[in-house]
């Protein structure tokens, strides 16, 4: 039997003026799970990203979050980006928002302000903290870029770094923020073959470790591969949910892709 979710949402609705986009979804995400949220251009994904994180005041419905260690709810709506994070959600973007003209280290501990005290931080990137503080930052942030393989890289410029280079920083950046859970806004958009391989390997490693993963993804090869479940949407509202192997024969899945009657 499972435990509660950690991310559980419910009637979730976004209107935008006339514009319907979100409709009543309902959505959960199990410890240590990789699900995926799919569906046509224009069904509602990124605004459903959007109102779990306190970027848009969703028009209603409920988003929980429940830490597995604790088993504390918390209602996330209503709360800045900033709280959202701080509860434990942490996201990437579908445009890469990373600091350009700061070192790829840097990024990552900015990602660490909210389990820090944000003054050490400060001083540690005008070289005014104690060396305890600075090491215990550095060395945290030094590892999760090594679990992401940009070690390398630590001291260039993030704007330096390969295009999937830069999509890997925003998931460190996000990492080192301890989410409970993991939110990534197609994280494969605009990468090579060979740069999108190594990202699945990533994403598995990553999910290894323990860490429940909320992603949405247009590449379909990459969604059925990696996913636990999928959750299935098409003009706001959810169409299907279920396994990769479910939803590879559902029919309102495959007419909304195919437009088929
Ligand atoms: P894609 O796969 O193309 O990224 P998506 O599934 O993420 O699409 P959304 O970007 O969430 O879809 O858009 C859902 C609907 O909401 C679209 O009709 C879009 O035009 C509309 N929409 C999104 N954000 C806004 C906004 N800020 N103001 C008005 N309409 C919006």
Do not use: W
């Not at 979050?65 to 709810?73: E, M, Q």
């Not at 001083?123 to 070690?151: C, D, H, P, W």
């Not at 860490?211 to 509202?237: C, P, T």
């Not at 279920?242 to 939803?247: M, V, Y």
């Amino acid at each position: 039997m499972m435990n509660s979710p950690i991310l559980n949402v419910t009637g979730l609705t976004m209107d935008f003026g006339g514009i319907r986009a979100l409709n009543a979804l309902d959505l959960d995400v199990y410890g240590g799970e990789i699900v995926a949220l799919i569906g046509p251009n224009g069904a509602g994904k990124t605004t459903f990203f959007n109102c779990v994180t306190g970027i848009y005041m969703p028009t209603a419905g409920e988003v929980l979050l429940t830490s597995p260690k604790t088993g504390k709810s918390e209602s996330l709506k209503g709360l800045k980006p900033n709280q959202v994070t701080e509860k434990g959600l942490a996201r990437t973007f579908q445009n890469i928002r990373l600091f350009p003209k700061m070192t790829v280290l840097e990024n990552v501990m900015i990602g660490r302000h909210c389990r820090t005290k944000a003054f050490i931080l400060g001083a540690i990137l005008r070289n005014r903290a104690t060396r305890e503080e600075e090491q215990s930052i550095l060395e945290t942030s030094y590892a999760i870029l090594q679990k992401v393989g940009l070690e390398q890289y630590s001291n260039e410029f993030a704007e330096n770094l390969p295009y999937g280079g830069q999509r890997r920083l925003e998931i460190a950046r996000a990492l080192a923020t301890e989410p409970l859970l993991l939110l990534l806004d197609e994280p494969a958009a605009g990468m090579n073959p060979q740069e999108t391989l190594e990202l699945v390997e990533l994403i598995k490693e990553i999910s290894a470790d323990g860490q429940a993963i909320l992603l949405i993804e247009h590449d379909m090869k990459l969604v059925m591969s990696l996913s636990d479940r999928i959750f299935v949407m098409d003009y706001g509202k959810k169409i299907a949910q279920g396994t990769p192997a479910e939803i590879r024969e559902n029919p309102a899945v495959i007419k909304a892709y195919l437009g088929e009657d």
